[in-house]
T-cell receptor, first 111, second 114 residues
Framework: KNEVEQSPQNLTAQEGEFITINCSYSVGISALHWLQQHPGGGIVSLFMLSSGKKKHGRLIATINIQEKHSSLHITASHPRDSAVYIC?????????????FGKGTKLSVKP | NAGVTQTPKFQVLKTGQSMTLQCAQDMNHEYMSWYRQDPGMGLRLIHYSVGAGITDQGEVPNGYNVSRSTTEDFPLRLLSAAPSQTSVYFCATTYYREGLHEQYFGPGTRLTVT
């Protein structure tokens, strides 16, 4: 059983649509990260959350610790948002610096 | 700051060859780690280091060695390359602040073993 599950695996949207990507996890965590990876590119950290909600531009990330669930929202999506979005959690029980990753959600935004 | 740098960007090896993937950082972060990324799977931890002179195994350490003689450098060595090691390799650093961890990734090394 994967400790970090993301849904959907693939997502196609039209430009301007509101997008939600979900992440559920099964371990106790100290933090949750949302990462972005463009095709052939490196990995960039978008958000780090331990509670509540964070907003950066058109991106919003929320986390519900009790339900072990996080969502990444993109408002007014744009083709440049096309990327793989990865959820990763920092496990309380593991080494403090290491992450457990989901398999990613591949987002394609059509103009 | 260059952040986290990795060399080479691309590499093709024959089965049985050895090589070293280089990782360097200029942020003075104590914590460094190596991950591999394979299609259909999440990133998996190979080895990590909590500081110079200290390394430990992650989830998939077999076939790889690491050392950490300085804070800046964390090379990953493939002892005898196998086709199963064909993957994209990412080096990362972790910075602890205000109770949470900031994560920084290198640009990746795409390795093909034939």
């Amino acid at each position: 059983k994967n400790e970090v599950e993301q849904s959907p695996q693939n997502l196609t949207a039209q430009e301007g649509e509101f997008i939600t990507i979900n992440c559920s996890y099964s371990v106790g965590i100290s933090a949750l990260h949302w990462l972005q990876q463009h095709p052939g590119g490196g990995i960039v950290s978008l958000f780090m959350l331990s509670s509540g909600k964070k907003k950066h531009g058109r991106l919003i990330a929320t986390i519900n610790i009790q339900e072990k669930h996080s969502s990444l929202h993109i408002t007014a999506s744009h083709p440049r948002d096309s990327a793989v979005y990865i959820c990763a959690v920092r496990d309380y029980g593991g080494s403090q610096g290491n992450l457990i990753f989901g398999k990613g959600t591949k987002l394609s935004v059509k103009p | 700051n260059a952040g986290v740098t990795q060399t080479p960007k691309f590499q093709v090896l024959k089965t049985g060859q050895s090589m070293t993937l280089q990782c360097a950082q200029d942020m003075n972060h104590e914590y460094m780690s190596w991950y591999r990324q394979d299609p259909g799977m999440g990133l998996r931890l190979i080895h990590y280091s909590v500081g110079a002179g200290i390394t430990d195994q992650g989830e998939v350490p077999n076939g790889y060695n690491v050392s950490r003689s300085t804070t800046e450098d964390f090379p990953l060595r493939l002892l005898s390359a196998a086709p199963s090691q064909t993957s994209v390799y990412f080096c990362a650093t972790t910075y602890y602040r205000e109770g949470l961890h900031e994560q920084y990734f290198g640009p990746g090394t795409r390795l093909t073993v034939t």
